[in-house]
């Protein structure tokens, strides 16, 4: 006899186990099946996220940006430190504790929200009277039925053709998150958002890092002024980027790696690295899930056919975060999950796309919420621009982190904000305030006429705000 649920969750990153966790709080019966294994092959709940993403990631650029003040930023606050040196191993075992601290919290969370937790894979068998069956395959085989599912199965780092990763020389962001020293060179295809971030981490660590980008602009999704800036930043640390290269032959033996590519001028350049991190995007995840068995509809890309409510072409099936449309980001997948739960209970579940911010945890940071310049331009919308550097900002000053600025866009006819680009100190905290602005329809001159306390990072808001309508107080 099958366990029967009100709703099953197949995934439980943070689209799913947060859609979980909603719909048990809104008093239905809740399964939620994730098959990720931690090192012993135990749960590892939290998905890409948690494991190999953004948790991760944030531990190791913290730890490599520890090591990068103490080598060249403590001394000018009149602190030595001699013979500074990075435990590699150490700093790679602090990061695994820190993951597994949040798949434990996951874990305990279901508990606390009374939802069963099925350590295997989730596919589908078929359909049942009022639902489906599914199966479970773990430690052993389950069957059990759901009214409602939720997919939420996430996405894998796409490899380029003829080159899989190994994870030992030809990383994707796996291997990239447990190198076990730091390479001498190291190459990384793709200067994206893990190309940056993971390029910065070895970088702070000694490596001599080259990214190979295959489009001739940098960042190309960011407001340009803001790009150009992130740019003259990574150029000064010495994060070398290759802009419009075409990438051809990668050998890969076990001394290393050897790419040979064409560059912008169309010359021909071999690179040899220890190790190279492929950083080119991530496909959409469906393996194992047999689709077929119940008719379900995929795109051209693999990714799960929804509507704007996340419900797939099968009645009682939704599907949420990266398997789907839209942004690979954790936050647009967990706000999938509740909405998606809220309208299995009947309510009305809301995502706005229009304000979901987007950060990059390099140094300095890079954040924006809404459209940039060029969109609107592109659009043909009416604008005025404001920004401020943080060279002007009394904090940034204190903390000796000056590098950039805060952009805020607002429409020219009703002054309301379209767009908030920071790249800058804190660009990650900084955007929160511009988001919850937008999120309610917030002018420019609100923004100005708010008291923001001194000193603090945010008052460069509340300046580009200001400038917005040319009347900055402090530049
Ligand atoms: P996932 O997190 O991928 O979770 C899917 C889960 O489903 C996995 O546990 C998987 O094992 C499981 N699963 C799949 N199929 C089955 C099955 N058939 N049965 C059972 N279980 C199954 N986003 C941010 O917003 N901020 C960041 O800082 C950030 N940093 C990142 C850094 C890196 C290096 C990477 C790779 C990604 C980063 N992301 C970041 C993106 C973020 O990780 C994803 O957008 C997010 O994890 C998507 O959540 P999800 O729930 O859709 O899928
Ligand atoms: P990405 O889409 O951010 O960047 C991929 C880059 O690779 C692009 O600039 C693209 O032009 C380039 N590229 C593609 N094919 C190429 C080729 N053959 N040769 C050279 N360059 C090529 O993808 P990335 O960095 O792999 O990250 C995947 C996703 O994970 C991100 O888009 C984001 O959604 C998520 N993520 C989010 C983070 C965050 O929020 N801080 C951190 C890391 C990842």
Redesign the pocket.
């Known amino acids: 006899m099958s366990k029967q649920f009100d709703v099953v969750v197949?995934?439980?990153?943070?689209?799913?186990y947060i859609a979980a966790i909603r719909a048990a709080q809104l008093g239905f019966q809740v399964a939620c099946?994730?098959?990720?294994k931690n090192a012993a092959g135990g749960p590892a709940?939290?998905?890409?996220?948690?494991?190999?993403?953004?948790i991760?990631?944030?531990a190791l650029l913290q730890s490599s940006e520890h090591f990068e003040h103490a080598n060249h930023h403590f001394a000018e606050h009149g602190i030595t430190a001699t013979d500074v040196k990075m435990d590699v191993t150490k700093m790679i075992a602090r990061k695994d504790t820190v993951v597994k601290q949040n798949n434990d919290g996951i874990l305990y969370l279901f508990k606390k929200n009374k939802v069963t937790f099925f350590h295997?894979?989730?596919?589908f068998a078929g359909k049942a009277e009022g639902g489906y069956t599914l199966n479970v395959a773990g430690k052993t085989e389950e069957s059990i039925t759901a009214k409602q599912v939720i997919i939420?199965?996430?996405?894998n780092?796409r490899a380029l053709p003829g080159t899989p990763f190994d994870e030992v020389n030809v990383l994707s962001?796996d291997g990239?998150?447990r190198v076990g020293a730091v390479p001498k060179k190291l190459a990384l295809i793709g200067s994206g958002?893990?190309g940056l971030?993971?390029g910065s981490v070895w970088r702070r660590l000694g490596a001599e890092v080259t990214i190979l980008e295959g489009l001739p602009t940098f960042l190309g999704a960011v407001d340009e002024q803001i790009a150009k800036e992130a740019k003259k930043a990574f150029d000064k640390q010495g994060l070398k980027i290759e802009l419009g290269v075409k990438v051809g032959e990668i050998v890969n033996d076990k001394n290393g790696v050897t790419v040979n590519y064409t560059n912008a001028k169309g010359e021909a350049v071999v690179l040899d690295a220890d190790k190279l991190i492929v950083s080119i995007g991530?496909v959409p995840?469906t393996?194992?899930?047999n689709t077929e068995a119940v008719g379900l509809q995929l795109d051209e890309r693999g990714a799960i056919v929804v509507d704007a409510d996340c419900k797939t072409n099968l009645p009682g099936v939704w599907a949420?975060?990266?398997?789907v449309r839209g942004p690979?980001?954790?936050?647009?997948?967990e706000e999938e999950?509740v909405a998606v739960a809220e309208r299995i209970a009947g309510q009305h579940g809301h995502v706005n796309f229009n304000t979901i911010p987007w950060?990059i945890?390099t140094s300095p940071e890079i954040a924006w919420v809404g459209r940039t310049e060029q969109q609107l331009k592109a659009d043909g919308v009416a604008y005025k621009a404001g920004s401020f550097p943080f060279l002007a900002n009394g904090r940034a000053r204190a903390l000796g982190d000056t590098t950039g600025m805060v952009k805020m866009l607002a429409d020219a006819t009703t002054d309301e904000i379209l767009g908030v680009h920071i790249v800058g100190p804190s660009a990650s905290e900084l955007i929160a305030e511009a988001v919850v602005a937008m999120e309610f329809r917030a002018s420019s001159e609100d923004i100005a006429r708010i008291c923001h306390a001194h000193p603090s990072l945010s008052e460069a808001t509340k300046e580009a705000a200001l400038a917005v309508d040319k009347r900055t107080l402090n530049f």
């Open positions: 197949i995934g439980g990153g943070p689209g799913g099946i994730d098959e990720w709940p939290g998905g890409t996220c948690t494991n190999v993403g953004c991760p990631s944030k295997g894979r989730g596919s939420a199965t996430g996405s780092a962001n990239a998150l958002v893990i971030e993971m991530r995840n393996i194992g899930l949420v975060g990266d398997v690979m980001l954790a936050h647009k997948a999950g950060v945890y």
